[in-house]
């Protein structure tokens, strides 16, 4: 029970808490995966309309995306683990009122919970994973957290498939009761406490325009792709807009923002957030697309749908371990831009589909797309958490989560809004042949609806002409040419829709590459580097002979007691007396004309050499190019004194030889210096008997 960090060594059992977080995760990203193969059988047993089944995603879509940063920062404040049970418990309260419900609006009141719990569940994952596992270990571990995020999309559609074969759609929102409880459990029992030291004042004004803005605009693309940009969508868009502006100008005011929005001047933050926003936008568009054409286009059921989808999982695996290997290698950006050079690939494969596909067309687009899944968001993932310090690791959950599932949405509106447009115009001109029609030119009421739903989508066409076939056995070849148009009208949506993905993938990837830096300095904001050196070191070139030999002259020269300047006032004084002691002295002393061309020589060469290497001294030098500089100085002024000394040495005048000095006393033989040696030192020691010293 000792929080995470408090403790002076990693916590014991973190790889079994990592279970628990990866189970948390599990649920919130199968509760809409499963729907893909659950809306079907929803769709009619309720009779949802267009618009009805849109908000029954979007129930779950907009609290989850637009509440993710608020409930991460109050993680941080409170309690980290605290909030994640508190979320699995809502999330259990809303699957099991989802699954009790028989009315369109209980249906998407309790996504809305779910939506809600998800948006608590998932940052707190992210967070305790990060504040449980030391750094050496922190890269694996969000490498398993995201390939549980791709093995929770191809389990969503595989487990709800299986329960659809033999229970109705309620049973799909049961999928995540005994999950959510087994995690609860684990988070008791396993998960440390955890939440920020000195984390200060919760922003509550930016929370709520965090919460405003986001949910605006990603309702207002979602409206406005699927249903036009009526006045409806174009107020929330602008609502968000003008609250994106506030956001931004209150956080930059506040002391204790909820989301310093001067951190995206980091490239490493702004290039990994834009690259989970993109992936997860392209990503989710085009599995929204594929499983539709498997479970409509190619007749499987749910469970081959679940099944068909499960090498997307694996290849997410694959690409987790590469990643895991190459990053620390060759850096966020080689990684994190391969993999959506992969993902670009993957979807520019898909222009070559038609309506003769088969499986193993989407096969490679499955795998392609997994393994692409697998290189990027962990890279990313780490990315932005370790840009965020221990204080506020609920704010970057939230943030890498709110790109993720932003991505998502904007994905599933956009390229979805953009197959609907396709498939529509493609099967426009076969369903004026539509039957029905009154003697007026009307079409019945039954027969204006199949209408709408086979202009709508594959699925409702597919719906629409097994319906007839039931009803009306006469109109069976009608209903065979509407459901082979309705997958030939597809095809083509599907390829329309993959050059846009296409499109938006590349130019992504283009810019992600140009913001991510190859190497991360650092691995969190506190760790950077806060200063430069005013002269930074630069190494000498290459090592030579020359260079050698000029630093161990100027070792010898540092080494040698430096001589005074001779004062020229005074230097012919110095040198005379210099010169006194003989004639013949003087005369050896004085230098002859090749003496004096030498000199001038080495003032010439010790000139032109300073001259040199000050040539070759910038604005930033070296040790190496300071000593030589200085060897250089010192040769010229030595050049300089001897060249003076010298003159000065020619221009003396012949002197007398002096006379000899006579001697003040007589020459002693060695036995009389002996003798009075002797008498010295006898004198010397009685004066220094202790004799002397007793009166005293």
């Not at 890269?139 to 995020?149: D, L, R, Y």
């Not at 797309?369 to 990027?376: C, E, P, R, T, V």
């Not at 599933?412 to 007026?440: D, H, M």
């Not at 040539?615 to 300071?626: A, C, E, N, P, W």
Request: with cysteine; charged share 15%.
């Amino acid at each position: 029970m000792t929080p995470v960090q408090d403790m002076h060594k990693p916590y014991p059992r973190r790889w079994s808490a990592l279970v628990v977080l990866c189970l948390s995760l599990l649920i919130v990203v199968m509760a809409n995966t499963s729907l893909l193969v659950a809306a079907p059988s929803m769709t009619l047993d309720l009779s949802l309309t267009s618009s009805d089944l849109q908000w029954v995603i979007d129930g779950y879509t907009v609290p989850y995306a637009s509440l993710m940063l608020l409930c991460g920062v109050i993680g941080d404040r409170y309690s980290r683990r605290g909030a994640l049970i508190l979320g699995l418990i809502i999330f259990v309260a809303g699957s099991v009122a989802g699954a009790l419900t028989d009315a369109t609006l209980g249906v998407i009141l309790a996504r809305i919970v779910m939506g809600v719990a998800a948006a608590i569940v998932m940052p707190a994952t992210l967070s305790l994973l990060v504040a449980t596992f030391p750094k050496r270990e922190r890269a694996t571990a969000v490498t398993v957290w995201a390939a549980t995020s791709g093995l929770a999309i191809a389990a969503g559609p595989l487990l709800a498939g299986w329960l659809l074969e033999s229970f109705t759609w309620h049973s799909t929102f049961l999928i995540n009761v005994p999950i959510a409880l087994a995690a609860i459990v684990g988070a008791v029992v396993l998960v440390p406490p955890s939440r920020a030291v000195a984390p200060g004042a919760i922003d509550w004004i930016g929370g709520l325009l965090s919460v405003l803005a986001v949910s605006t605009i990603v309702y207002a693309i979602i409206e406005g792709m699927h249903f036009g940009w009526t006045v409806g969508p174009l107020y929330f868009a602008l609502v968000g807009l003008l609250s994106v502006l506030g956001f931004v100008g209150w956080e930059l005011r506040h002391p204790n923002p909820l989301l310093d929005v001067r951190m995206f001047s980091s490239r490493i933050l702004s290039g990994a957030a834009l690259a989970v926003l993109v992936f997860f936008l392209v990503t989710f568009g085009a599995i929204y697309f594929v499983a539709q054409y498997l479970q409509f286009a190619l007749g499987y059921g749910p469970v081959s749908t679940g099944v068909h989808l499960l090498p997307l999982a694996g290849a997410v695996f694959v690409g987790s371990g590469i990643t895991m290997w190459l990053t620390p290698k060759l850096g966020p950006r080689i990684t994190v831009t391969a993999g959506m050079i992969v993902g670009t690939l993957s979807v520019v494969s898909l222009i070559g589909i038609d309506s003769a596909a088969t499986y193993f067309d989407f096969l490679p687009v499955l795998t392609l797309l997994g393994l692409a899944i697998g290189l990027s968001v962990s890279p990313c993932t780490d990315a932005i958490m370790g840009e965020f310090p221990d204080s506020k690791l609920g704010v970057g959950g939230g943030l890498n989560d709110t790109a993720l599932e932003l991505g998502g949405s904007l994905g599933i509106a956009v390229l979805g809004s953009v197959l609907a447009a396709s498939y529509r115009q493609g099967i426009e001109s076969f369903l004026q042949t539509f039957p029905g029609k009154q003697p007026n030119g009307q079409y019945t009421g039954q027969a204006a609806e199949g209408l709408a739903a086979s202009q709508d989508s594959l699925a409702g066409a597919v719906i629409v002409s097994d319906i007839i076939r039931d009803q009306n056995s006469f109109l069976g070849g009608f209903a065979d040419n509407l459901e082979a148009n309705a997958v030939a009208a597809f095809g083509d949506a599907v390829v329309h829709t993959s050059v846009v993905a296409a499109v938006v993938f590349g130019v992504g990837t283009v810019i992600v590459a140009l913001l991510i830096p190859s190497k991360t300095v650092a691995s969190t904001s506190s760790e950077k580097i806060a200063f430069e050196p005013i002269v930074p070191f630069v190494a000498p070139q290459a090592k030579n002979a020359a260079a050698d030999r000029e630093v161990a002259e100027l070792e010898q020269l540092l080494e040698r007691p430096s001589a005074p300047k001779p004062d020229k006032a005074g230097s012919k004084h110095t040198l005379r007396t210099v010169a006194e002691p003989a004639l013949v002295d003087v005369e050896l002393e004085r230098p002859s004309i090749y003496q004096l061309a030498s000199k001038v020589y080495e003032l010439d060469a010790s000139g032109t050499g300073a001259a040199a290497v000050a040539g070759k001294s910038g604005d930033r030098v070296t040790i190496h190019q300071l000593a030589l500089s200085n060897l250089a100085r010192t040769r010229r002024v030595e050049a300089e004194e001897a060249l003076d000394a010298a003159l000065e040495l020619s221009d003396l005048p012949v002197a007398p030889a002096p006379k000899p000095a006579e001697p003040t006393a007589p020459l002693q033989t060695f036995y009389q210096r002996a003798s009075t040696q002797h008498a010295n030192c006898t004198a010397f020691k009685e004066r220094s008997s202790s004799m002397w010293a007793m009166p005293l």
